[in-house]
């Protein structure tokens, strides 16, 4: 297949977790009747974002992946033939949680999980506090449509983390997200935070030569204090906007990506072909010095 259409689902999201689901699925149908072959949820999208505050309340939240959330959407994706990406808080034992993103299949079938691998701390972004970092290492997943790699949100930040995704064989790199802006910050500062977010990820497209689809939230949330700017997209792999949506709407759309594009732009563009392996050692240390 050389044509995948891929949905995004960015909207706004309530403190009931029910209700947070109910409407992501009837999302998701939107999506399928607009042809989407695969759809991707934002960032912990059951729930208002809670890292805001360092509650031990807020681990109530959590679920077992697989489990109620995965069983739900999961019938769906074998109702549509579409496959869901879907960011979920984990309980995975007693006291031991991750923030983790889900793939089913266009079959109903539970694929596996990807788990966070970079953790932020801060103002409003408390995630060390409930998430333990990833132990699953990068993925990919082979669904119908597409071999894909899914990181979340703070793995944004990192090539390093997109380029071994891209290795591992990813036709589309997908990163579900929770950002905004602070409501008391100054429109300079806004346009400059959005901006680098948007850059870094549209460097990975051009870097690995595959598309990147980005998928934020939308919305106030922490009574008033945080605008969360949306601005979901779709980079081609030379970085080209396929699609950017609003900061303040809710938004359901459907971009249709040619897979064999990967293959011209890194032809023409050969920096995969290029790279210097032999010399990479280095970037393992956290600081390249005597000590």
Known sequence: MSNVKIGLV??????????????????????????????????????LYFCDVEDY??????????????????????????????????????GLYHNTTAVIDADGKYLGKY????????????????FTPGDLGYKVFNTKFAKIGVLICWDQWYPEASR??????????????AIGWATN?????????????????????????????????????????????GGSFVANGQGKLMYLASHDKEETTVVDINLNDADHFRMHWPFLRDRRIDSYQPITKRFIDED
Not at 59 to 85: R, W, Y
Not at 166 to 177: E, Q, R, S, V, W
Request: charged fraction near 25%; hydrophobic fraction near 40%.
């Open 10 to 47: 960015q909207m706004s999201c309530e403190a009931d977790k029910q209700a947070n689901l109910d409407k992501a699925i009837r999302e998701i149908r939107i999506a399928a009747e607009k042809g989407a072959q695969i759809v991707c949820l934002q960032e912990l999208f059951t729930s």
């Open 57 to 94: 309340d807020n681990f109530k939240l959590a679920e077992p992946i697989p489990g109620k959330s995965t069983d739900a959407l999961s019938k769906v994706a074998q109702e549509l033939n579409v496959v869901i990406i879907a960011s979920l808080f984990e309980k995975r034992a007693e």
């Open 115 to 130: 788990r966070k691998m970079h953790i932020p701390d801060d103002p409003a972004f408390y995630e060390k506090f409930y």
């Open 164 to 177: 071994i995704t891209a290795l591992m064989g990813a036709d589309i790199m997908f990163y579900p997200t």
């Open 185 to 229: 910050q100054d429109e300079e500062t806004n346009k400059d935070q959005y901006e680098s977010w948007q850059l870094i990820q549209r460097s990975h497209a051009v870097a690995n030569g595959i598309p990147v689809v980005s998928v934020n939230r939308v919305g106030f949330e922490q009574d008033g204090a945080m605008k969360f700017w």
